[in-house]
């Protein structure tokens, strides 16, 4: 921010929220967004906050894969997504916290978490999106009909 502020840009609370909001004060992305917003004000002495956003999405999006593929290799992106959008199926308590020491969660007021960015949350949901659901539904149908049978053999006996 201080760099900002050397070539005259005025950073207000609102330019601070929004850098902060979309980084969550990661400093790759933040100096990403602040090189975008430089380039702005250098050029025009105006800038566009959403714009200057859509003018570093590639630099962030390459380090939103690095970060999948990291998550990927320990096994641990599933379980990130089951913490922030649910079901909670293999997650634990620790998981939560590895996440918390990483930086990439947090707890929120209402008791559940959310993500380092309000950025980095709308890519995950797009990941999340791509994510194979067939073996849950199929770990889903088994204990259904397990049940269904349970009750049926308590309410009919045994067959």
Same mark, same amino acid.
């Given at each position: 921010m201080?760099?900002?502020?050397k ?9 601070f929220?929004?850098i902060w ?6 400093p790759h992305?933040?100096?990403a967004?602040?090189?975008e917003?430089?380039?702005? +004000?250098?050029?025009?002495?105006q &800038?566009n906050?959403?714009q200057t956003?859509?003018?570093?999405t590639?630099?962030?999006?390459? @380090?939103y894969d690095n970060l999948?593929?990291i998550?990927k290799e320990?096994?641990?992106l ?21 996440? #918390?020491?990483?930086?990439l969660?947090?707890?929120n007021?209402?008791? &559940? &978490? ?5 950025h980095?949350e709308d @890519?995950?949901?797009?990941?999340g999106r791509?994510?194979d659901?067939?073996?849950? +539904?199929?770990?889903?149908e ?8 349970e009750? #049926?053999?308590i309410e &009919?006996?045994?067959?």
């Amino acid at each position: 921010m201080n760099k900002l502020q050397k070539i005259g840009f005025d950073v207000t609370h609102e330019s601070f929220k929004f850098i902060w909001d979309n980084t969550g004060g990661h400093p790759h992305l933040a100096s990403a967004l602040a090189f975008e917003l430089a380039n702005s +004000w250098l050029n025009s002495h105006q &800038y566009n906050l959403e714009q200057t956003l859509q003018e570093s999405t590639s630099e962030f999006l390459k @380090y939103y894969d690095n970060l999948i593929d990291i998550l990927k290799e320990d096994s641990s992106l599933d379980k990130l997504l089951q913490i922030l959008f649910g079901p909670l199926i293999t997650v634990t308590k620790f998981d939560a916290e590895k996440f #918390m020491r990483y930086g990439l969660i947090e707890p929120n007021s209402d008791g &559940y &978490y959310k993500v380092f960015s309000s950025h980095f949350e709308d @890519y995950l949901r797009l990941v999340g999106r791509s994510i194979d659901l067939w073996p849950l +539904w199929r770990d889903t149908e088994r204990k259904l009909r397990s049940v269904i049978t349970e009750i #049926m053999e308590i309410e &009919y006996g045994e067959s």
